[in-house]
């Protein structure tokens, strides 16, 4: 099991500081969710199309996730950390020749390079606040750190809104946010350079300690590929993030569906975090308190399975609120899946990290087939109906049932 390695008697501070990095990663996203509608009405693109938004953001994990790890493994969690803001200020200040140009290639292009760095940071922080800390609170400490990101994404229309339009996001006019959004990145760099975060490794991850730990169940492997339960999580893992971006990128389409053409549709897409952060927030308090983080996957897979069903069947104005709590139920998937997925990895743990960082292309894949499940529904009709997004929401049960199989037996696998 992964532990702190450094007998440290206080990690709030650097946890402090990695909650930074968890608001920065939610901010990126927040942002990006804005720029969907707002390219497919600029470009006049397909449901399907417009969640190429969303694709080339997520694709950038799986190419760049086992590189990431490497990286990582070379330099440490601190600089990886730092490498990563550069890299996503370069794909921040890339939006602002693709609006000038008007360009959607070049959109796509400056979405990668953003997902490149968010790959690298994503494979720092999330093990760094695994091991941190003991292993059987892991999954609140990571709650605590979804309360940061999902704030984020409250916090981002409000800056968009201090330069732009929200109701009407002109993409000519999102040069100015982007290039204060660099600064700020490049100055998160410089900060992560000089902040006070140790190294960690998990539990028999050096040398020297590997020989001590004779009969860890990690000393007698040789592959990434011979634990079965982190392939299990990573899987997990790729459902998830495909389920849980879904509402954030669908919810404002679905709205207009549901509610019509009413004013301020963009401010719905918060509700999506709202729920996310309820969840979080009784991770923080119950987990290990109260409820174990196994049971507390278990529970929330269930809650995801009722509420898919009370989504793909109500009525049109109360479908809307099951999405809500969908989003509830995804809410500590992520914080629970990723300790019990790394577990017992011993050396094994950054690439296995890197593995699990590479299944965030889930969320680039299920929208997908999502927005072509649409367009499939609606037919020649030019715009889709609540029925046509209800019926495309079934894609949601097979990832809660296979989340709940990985929460009551996948994890616990060992050969």
Do not use: C
Request: proline share 5%; aromatic share 14%; no cysteine.
């Amino acid at each position: 099991m992964t532990t702190q390695k450094q007998n440290q008697p206080n990690y709030l501070l650097p946890l402090a500081i990695v909650g930074v990095m968890f608001f920065v990663i939610g901010f990126g996203v927040g942002i990006s969710g804005f720029l969907t509608p707002a390219l497919k009405a600029a470009f006049q693109l397909t449901t399907t199309q417009s969640y190429l938004v969303t694709a080339a953001i997520f694709s950038a994990f799986v190419i760049f996730g086992s590189p990431a790890g490497w990286l990582i493994k070379k330099i440490g969690y601190k600089k990886a950390m730092m490498f990563a803001f550069l890299i996503m200020a370069l794909g921040m200040y890339l939006f602002v020749p693709s609006a000038k140009m008007l360009n959607f290639p070049l959109f796509l292009v400056a979405l990668f390079v953003g997902g490149i760095g968010n790959t690298l940071l994503q494979a720092s922080v999330n093990p760094y606040v695994t091991i941190i800390g003991p292993q059987e609170s892991a999954a609140m400490r990571m709650s605590l750190m979804g309360i940061m990101n999902k704030l984020a994404w409250w916090l981002a229309p409000l800056f968009l809104g201090l330069f732009i339009d929200l109701s009407k996001v002109e993409i000519s006019n999102i040069a100015l946010p982007f290039q204060i959004v660099t600064a700020i990145l490049v100055s998160l760099s410089v900060f992560t350079y000089f902040a006070p975060l140790p190294e960690v490794k998990a539990e028999g991850e050096s040398d020297d300690e590997m020989n001590g730990l004779s009969a860890s169940y990690a000393a007698s492997k040789t592959s990434i590929l011979q634990f079965p339960h982190l392939l299990l999580g990573v899987l997990a893992l790729f459902l998830y993030v495909g389920i849980e971006t879904l509402p954030m990128v669908s919810i404002i389409d679905f709205a207009k569906a549901t509610f019509g053409d009413v004013p301020n549709l963009e401010s719905y897409s918060k509700y999506v975090s709202i729920g996310l952060v309820l969840g979080y927030v009784f991770g923080a308090l119950a987990i290990p308190k109260f409820i174990s983080q196994t049971n507390a996957l278990i529970s929330f897979a269930l809650i995801g399975i009722v509420s898919t069903f009370i989504l793909v069947f109500s009525a049109a104005e109360y479908a809307f609120y099951a999405l809500l709590l969908v989003s509830f139920a995804n809410s500590l998937m992520w914080p629970a899946i990723w300790p019990l997925a790394i577990a017992d990895l011993g050396k094994f743990t950054k690439t296995g990290s890197s593995l699990l960082v590479m299944a965030i292309v889930g969320g680039a894949v299920i929208p997908l087939i999502f927005g072509y499940l649409v367009d499939i529904a609606k037919g020649a009709t030019e715009v889709a109906s609540i029925e046509n997004f209800q019926s495309a929401y079934w894609i949601l049960l097979p990832p809660y049932f296979f989340i709940l199989y990985f929460a009551l037996h996948g994890h616990k696998i060992r050969i």
